[in-house]
C-alpha cells in the first residue's frame, strides 16, 4: 500500500472528496449496532441482516466497504470480524465513538452541512435553513436524535474526562457546574476525583432524562442534580464553572453573556475552566480548524485562539489565568474572577 505522499494528488483528492461515502457507511454501522453484535465473535451479512432487519445483500455491500478501510475485517469465508478500529463503534466501551457517528449522520448535522456552501456565502449558519429552527430546538423535539447527540458530546468529553479532573483544581470547593453539561461526563470524572465535591449539570430541558439516567447509573444522582434552564438567563451558584464546547456554539456577544452570567453567580473564590479546541497560533493542523467549519455551517459560534478566549473572559469580568494543553484534541482555559 502506498503512503499518502506517494498517492497522486488527484486520487488524494478523490479519497478527500467522498469522504462523506465513508461518513455515511459508518453512520450506518453504528446505528445498526454491527460492532456489538461481532462483540461476541465473526458472523457473515445473512446472520447481521438476521439481527438488524436490514437486506442482507445491501448489507453485505456496506460491510465489505468498511472492511476496506481497516473498519472491520472480512474473512475468507466471507464473515466479518472486528478490528481495534471497530471496536470504537460499541456502545459504552472505552474509547467509544458510536453516537458521535450516529449524530453526525443524522439530521441536525447532516442536512446544515449539506448547506456549507450556502453558509459560506452568507455568512449564515444553516440550520434554520435545513432544519427549519435552531439546532437545540430541533433536538428538543427529536427526542432519540436529541439523545444521540448528547451521548455523542459524551464520546468526546471522556477523551478529555482524566484530564479535566488532574488539571482543574477543586480542592476545598464546595459545588461545581456543569454549563451546557448534556451527559455530564465531565463533572462525573471531577465528583470521582473530589468525594466531598458536589456537582450540578445545568442543561435544556430536553436533555433532563437522559442525564439523570446516565448519572444515576454511575450511583452519581445523590451528589450530582440535573438543574434545567436557560444559560444565556441565569446559571447556578458554584465554585467553579465548567464549560466544554459551549462558548464555541456562539458568537462572541452570545458567549460574553454566557461567562457574565457565570461570573454574577459564581462565588468569591469561584472560577471557570473552559475546555475547547483551540486555534493554534502557529497554523499547525489540529482538529479545530475543522470544528470551526462544523461551526460555520450549524451554528453562530466559531472556534477561538487563545488570545480570543482571554479576550472574551476579558469582556466578561473574568481574567484568563493559563492554558492546559491534554493528549486529546481539547485544551482547558483556565480562569478566575479579575
Ligand atoms: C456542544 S454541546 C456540549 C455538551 C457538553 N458540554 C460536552 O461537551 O459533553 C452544547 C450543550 O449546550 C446545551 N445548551 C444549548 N443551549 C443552551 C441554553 N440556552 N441553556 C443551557 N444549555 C444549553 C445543549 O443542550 C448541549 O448539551
Redesign the pocket.
Known amino acids: 500500500m502506498s503512503s499518502p505522499s506517494t498517492i497522486p494528488p488527484s486520487a488524494q483528492m478523490f479519497g478527500m472528496i467522498t469522504g462523506f461515502w465513508l461518513s455515511q457507511i459508518i453512520g450506518v454501522a453504528a446505528k445498526l449496532k454491527i460492532a456489538d453484535h461481532l462483540r461476541a465473535g465473526p458472523k457473515s451479512a445473512q446472520e447481521l441482516a438476521t439481527v438488524t432487519g436490514a437486506e442482507p445483500s445491501a448489507l453485505f455491500r456496506v460491510l465489505r466497504a468498511a472492511a476496506s478501510v481497516g473498519v472491520f475485517q472480512l474473512g475468507a469465508d466471507n464473515r466479518f470480524s472486528l478490528t481495534p478500529l471497530g471496536e470504537t463503534l460499541a456502545s459504552g466501551v472505552p474509547g467509544s465513538m458510536r453516537e458521535m457517528a450516529i449524530m453526525q449522520t443524522s439530521k441536525g448535522h447532516w442536512l446544515p452541512w449539506g448547506k456549507l456552501d450556502e453558509a459560506v456565502r452568507t455568512g449564515q449558519p444553516q440550520a434554520v435553513a435545513t432544519l427549519g429552527c435552531e ?2 430546538q430541533h ?1 428538543a423535539a427529536a427526542p432519540e436524535e ?1 439523545a444521540a ?2 451521548a455523542a ?2 464520546n ?2 471522556a477523551l478529555v474526562a482524566s484530564e479535566v479532573a488532574t488539571h482543574v483544581d477543586t480542592i476545598g470547593l464546595t459545588r461545581a457546574v ?9 463533572i462525573a470524572a471531577l465528583l470521582a476525583n473530589n468525594p466531598s465535591l458536589e456537582g450540578i449539570v ?3 430541558p ?2 433532563k432524562g437522559t442525564t439523570e439516567a446516565k448519572l444515576a447509573a454511575q450511583g452519581l444522582l445523590g451528589r450530582c442534580t440535573v438543574v ?6 441565569t ?1 447556578p451558584s458554584a465554585d467553579l464553572y ?5 462558548l ?2 456562539w458568537n462572541d456577544e452570545q458567549a460574553a453573556a ?1 461567562l457574565r452570567n457565570c461570573a454574577a453567580s459564581m462565588t468569591p473564590r469561584g472560577r471557570v475552566a473552559i ?1 475547547e479546541m483551540v486555534i493554534p497560533d502557529d497554523g499547525a493542523p489540529t482538529a479545530a480548524q475543522l470544528m470551526d467549519v462544523n461551526m460555520l455551517a450549524i451554528l453562530p459560534g466559531r472556534e477561538r485562539t487563545q488570545a480570543e478566549y482571554s479576550a472574551l473572559l476579558a469582556d466578561s469580568g473574568l481574567r484568563f489565568e493559563r492554558l492546559v494543553a491534554t493528549h486529546s484534541p481539547f485544551q482547558i482555559l483556565l480562569g478566575t474572577k479579575s
Open positions: 439546532l437545540f433536538y436529541a447527540f448528547s458530546m459524551g468526546l468529553s456543569d454549563i451546557g453539561g448534556a451527559e455530564g461526563t465531565l445545568f442543561d435544556l430536553h436533555v434545567s434552564g436557560d444559560f444565556f438567563k446559571v465548567i464549560l466544554k464546547q459551549i464555541h456554539d454566557i475546555v
